[in-house]
């Protein structure tokens, strides 16, 4: 996996749960309405590269060092 896809999971996962923890069984609808601001929240994270900064901050093991551009 790239470091823009584990940033999201490690950023996804937790507000998924916690959205389904609190708004599944009361609120439906406003629990979907959640997830979809969560993926437009996610995919502007993922757009300006704040994920993989976060990925590299908390596992850098698994997605290694940043890469070197050259200009």
Known sequence: MTPKLYGAVILGLP?????WALLWRRQR???????????VAL????????T????????PDF???TPIRAN
């Open 15 to 19: 507000l998924v749960i916690v959205a």
């Open 29 to 39: 609808p406003i629990f979907w309405f959640a997830l979809a601001l969560i993926a």
């Open 43 to 50: 995919g502007y994270l993922m757009a300006t590269g704040a």
């Open 52 to 59: 993989d900064d976060i990925a590299r901050r908390l596992i």
């Open 63 to 65: 997605v290694g060092p």
